[in-house]
């Protein structure tokens, strides 16, 4: 593939005209989500190389070079969007008895699957959501699906059956899922992989703690209001969320902007106008929508990670589904009081996005000044390694602890112990996907996304005749032994073997 760009390169006339033309057409196909890595890697280090493309100025199309202010001005927005979205998925947990009267639910399928349908919307919106953004923007892509959840979460409000909530939630989870997955890629647009770490830590932020709040808020909501309330509040929310970022929120990716500003120079110079046909937009997008499938069959590193990252998302929701609950039964406590404990996981996860911000980038200029090499993706993992231990340990002292009625603030160490190994296994995993593949990071995180969430949809639906059948000790027991099995070697392996597999892909960036 290196050969095919080098021959590009051999090819190119002197005249400043035809260079500028023949960057745009290498930039459409850019745009035209070409394949070819090296190809790509070529024509970036071209353009980063000084040649002149647009009449306007470089830093305007290329967010790696905006001043901070901008960047984090955009990082804040994004981050907002993904934390409305999760804040959604879990507020409704302690409405769903009253739900269940009102909407004539009486079976505890029909209440588990109002709460998890909405994140099985979630495994199947980026794979459409995701590549739409590789082709159209970052930008458009978020604004039509926040105000889409924005919509069909309102409407929730307003069900009168089954049939209905479970409808419209499903189809507010597809709007909601899209800055789950765009809003990583936003950032790997803006900032270089030496600083990717901490201004991840911003966007895991909102999707690790909104589903600890929302169960919080929902229980002062239902028993306030009623839970038609935990509906209209997100929407409200949301919608003034989405008209603050029509104006501040910026497009971030890069071939989009070096394609508006190539245009905008062509009608000022007619000498610039391109030689060659638009592409074929039809073809861009079955392309673009068929990666993540692709991805997710052909990439090894994307499916060790995606298979980690759905085991802890799906004991996540295991958690977030049934917390509450334990409780109320097991100590007596009222449904807003037992709502209160999710402050252990919101701790845990607040101490867990704080440490792995940081440590992230600190762990891979630790060992590139160890073993004098530049950045390789694989020296974030490290930080990976002990919260691959502290999960089960976590799992164990919750359920055993719940097992023999202990004092609750054993069952709460234990959940912040847990929520701080999910914190930091989710940012750590999800900046290593963006840093591997960077080209494709939308089409790699909606990969990862959809097997994630689909545990996290599955996963609390068999929950409750797992705790009835085992009980909180033995249940949680399992889930450990098996966190043992699956999240302490991946994370190993991807650090051992993942330069090597790299090597082979191509999707990833080298």
């Known amino acids: 593939m290196a050969t095919g760009a080098n021959k590009k390169?051999?090819?190119?006339?002197?005249?400043?005209?035809?260079?500028?033309?023949?960057?745009?057409?290498d930039l459409e196909r850019n745009l035209a989500v070409e394949d070819d890595v090296d190809a790509a890697a070529a024509l970036s280090a071209r353009l980063e190389s000084g040649a002149k493309i647009t009449a306007g100025?470089?830093?305007?199309?290329?967010?790696?070079?905006?001043?901070?202010?901008?960047?984090?001005?955009?990082?804040?927005?994004?981050?907002?969007?993904?934390?409305?979205?999760?804040?959604?998925?879990?507020?409704?947990?302690?409405?769903?008895?009253?739900?269940?009267?009102?909407?004539g639910m009486t079976k505890i399928i029909d209440l588990e699957m109002t709460l998890s349908i909405f994140v099985l919307a979630y495994a199947f919106g980026p794979l459409f959501l995701a590549p739409l953004s590789e082709v159209y923007g970052r930008y458009i892509v978020l604004q039509a699906s926040l105000w889409f959840f924005t919509i069909f979460n309102l409407v929730c409000g307003f069900a009168q059956n089954?049939?209905?909530?479970?409808?419209?939630?499903?189809?507010?989870?597809?709007?909601?899922?899209?800055?789950?997955?765009?809003?990583?890629s936003v950032i790997a647009d803006l900032f270089k992989v030496s600083e990717m770490g901490a201004a991840m830590a911003y966007y895991a932020l909102g999707v690790i703690l909104a589903p600890a709040l929302g169960p919080i808020i929902g229980g002062a909501l239902t028993q306030n209001a009623t839970w038609h309330w935990v509906f209209y509040t997100v929407s409200i929310i949301s919608a003034v969320l989405a008209i603050v970022g029509s104006f501040l929120l910026k497009e971030t990716?890069?071939?989009?902007?070096?394609?508006?500003?190539?245009?905008?120079?062509?009608?000022?110079?007619?000498?610039?106008?391109?030689?060659?046909?638009e592409p074929n937009v039809a073809h861009l997008l079955s392309t673009a929508i068929m990666r993540p499938f692709i991805m997710l069959g052909t990439q090894?590193?994307?499916?060790?990670?995606?298979?980690?990252?759905?085991?802890?998302?799906?004991?996540?929701?295991?958690?977030?589904?049934?917390?509450?609950?334990?409780?109320?039964?097991?100590?007596?406590?009222?449904?807003?009081?037992?709502?209160?404990?999710?402050?252990?996981?919101?701790?845990?996860?607040?101490?867990?996005?704080?440490?792995?911000?940081?440590?992230?980038?600190?762990?891979?200029?630790?060992?590139?000044?160890?073993?004098?090499?530049?950045?390789?993706?694989?020296?974030?993992?490290?930080?990976?390694?002990?919260?691959?231990?502290?999960?089960?340990?976590?799992?164990?002292l919750y359920g055993w602890a719940a097992e023999h009625n202990w004092h609750w603030a054993l069952v709460d160490?234990?959940?912040?112990?847990?929520?701080?190994?999910?914190?930091?296994?989710?940012?750590?995993?999800?900046v290593y996907t963006v840093d591997v593949y960077t080209m494709y990071s939308a089409s790699a995180l909606a990969a990862v996304g959809f097997l994630r969430s689909l545990a996290g949809f599955g996963f609390p639906l068999f929950a409750a005749d797992m705790y009835s059948k085992y009980g909180y000790g033995w249940a949680n027991s399992i889930l450990a032994f098996v966190g043992l099995v699956i999240g302490v070697p991946a994370p190993i392996l991807l650090y051992a073997y993942g330069e090597k597999i790299r090597a082979k892909s191509q999707f990833a960036s080298g």
């Open 413 to 430: 160490f234990g959940i912040v112990l847990f929520s701080w190994s999910v914190n930091v296994t989710f940012q750590t995993l999800t």
């Open 253 to 277: 990716f890069r071939p989009l902007l070096e394609s508006r500003a190539r245009k905008e120079a062509a009608k000022k110079d007619p000498s610039l106008v391109l030689a060659h046909p």
């Open 9 to 25: 390169d051999d090819v190119l006339p002197s005249a400043e005209t035809r260079l500028n033309t023949n960057f745009a057409v």
């Open 300 to 396: 090894p590193i994307a499916q060790v990670i995606a298979l980690l990252m759905a085991f802890v998302y799906g004991i996540m929701y295991i958690v977030l589904t049934t917390y509450s609950s334990l409780f109320v039964e097991q100590y007596g406590e009222s449904t807003f009081t037992s709502t209160l404990h999710y402050l252990a996981l919101l701790i845990g996860f607040l101490i867990g996005n704080r440490m792995s911000g940081s440590l992230i980038d600190v762990s891979s200029a630790y060992l590139q000044k160890r073993y004098n090499t530049p950045h390789k993706p694989e020296y974030r993992l490290p930080v990976c390694f002990a919260a691959s231990i502290f999960l089960p340990v976590g799992l164990f």
């Open 57 to 103: 100025n470089p830093n305007s199309t290329n967010p790696h070079e905006w001043p901070r202010s901008k960047k984090w001005l955009v990082v804040a927005i994004a981050s907002l969007y993904t934390f409305i979205s999760p804040i959604s998925s879990s507020m409704v947990a302690p409405a769903l008895p009253a739900m269940a009267i009102d909407l």
């Open 162 to 184: 089954r049939s209905q909530i479970l409808l419209f939630r499903f189809l507010a989870g597809l709007g909601g899922s899209a800055p789950l997955t765009i809003s990583g």
